[in-house]
T-cell receptor, first 106, second 112 residues
Framework: GIQVEQSPPDLILQEGANSTLRCNFS?????LQWFHQNPWGQLINLFY???GTKQNGRLSATTVATERYSLLYISSSQTTDSGVYFC????????FGAGTTVTVRA | SQTIHQWPATLVQPVGSPLSLECTVE??????LYWYRQAAGRGLQLLFY??????ISSEVPQNLSASRPQDRQFILSSKKLLLSDSGFYLC???????????FGPGTRLLVL
């Protein structure tokens, strides 16, 4: 199956800081999604982005499919951004990375 | 709008006992349905998926089974739980022909 690697595994930010999370994948995909899992376990869809760039408020994402990576940008981080960010890719079924745990301190 | 429900939210069960977790989706028809398990501090592993009533595909051989008795109902079961079945179980749905999946609130299962 497709291998998905996320980096860094852990990230500690001061409120207001910007950050970049990376997702590398091992094969061509037709589906790439970014999720945020909040401290209560709920997975929230952030982006469906198999290629290109999208923005939603303080979050944006870029996928370069030909080079097999995606980046998630968090700008002006807030404490509510804390949680685990997952990248998931698929040729037919979703494979999840191990996630990046983000802690934003006030 | 579409919503997805899971229950129970939390469950503590003894080893060897049976299991039944339920997932229902509202506001859509003929969804693709998925069961995932998340071990503590790790990513999600796909267990089962279904593209229609009575159609179940298993991704990982294990002590669990799944059924889809109705279009918008997906059930995860076990006849005898093992300690290794502990984890966070998430149900997801996706519209047929579309790629995005939407997750339910999850069930935390602790097998003692």
């Amino acid at each position: 199956g497709i291998q998905v690697e996320q980096s860094p595994p852990d990230l500690i930010l001061q409120e207001g800081a910007n950050s970049t999370l990376r997702c590398n994948f091992s094969d061509s995909v037709n589906n790439l999604q970014w999720f945020h899992q909040n401290p209560w376990g709920q997975l929230i869809n952030l982006f469906y982005i198999p290629s290109g760039t999208k923005q939603n408020g303080r979050l944006s994402a870029t996928t370069v499919a030909t080079e097999r990576y995606s980046l998630l940008y968090i700008s002006s981080s807030q404490t509510t951004d804390s949680g685990v960010y997952f990248c998931a890719v698929a040729e037919n079924k979703l494979s999840f990375g191990a996630g990046t745990t983000v802690t934003v301190r006030a | 709008s579409q919503t997805i429900h899971q229950w129970p939210a939390t469950l503590v069960q003894p080893v060897g006992s049976p299991l039944s977790l339920e997932c229902t989706v509202e506001g859509t028809s003929n969804p693709n349905l998925y069961w995932y398990r998340q071990a503590a501090g790790r990513g999600l592993q796909l267990l089962f998926y279904s593209v229609g009533i009575g159609q179940i595909s298993s991704e990982v051989p294990q002590n669990l089974s799944a059924s889809r008795p109705q279009d918008r109902q997906f059930i995860l079961s076990s006849k005898k739980l093992l300690l290794s079945d502990s984890g966070f179980y998430l149900c997801a749905w996706g519209a047929s022909g579309q790629e995005t999946q939407y997750f339910g609130p999850g069930t935390r299962l602790l097998v003692l």
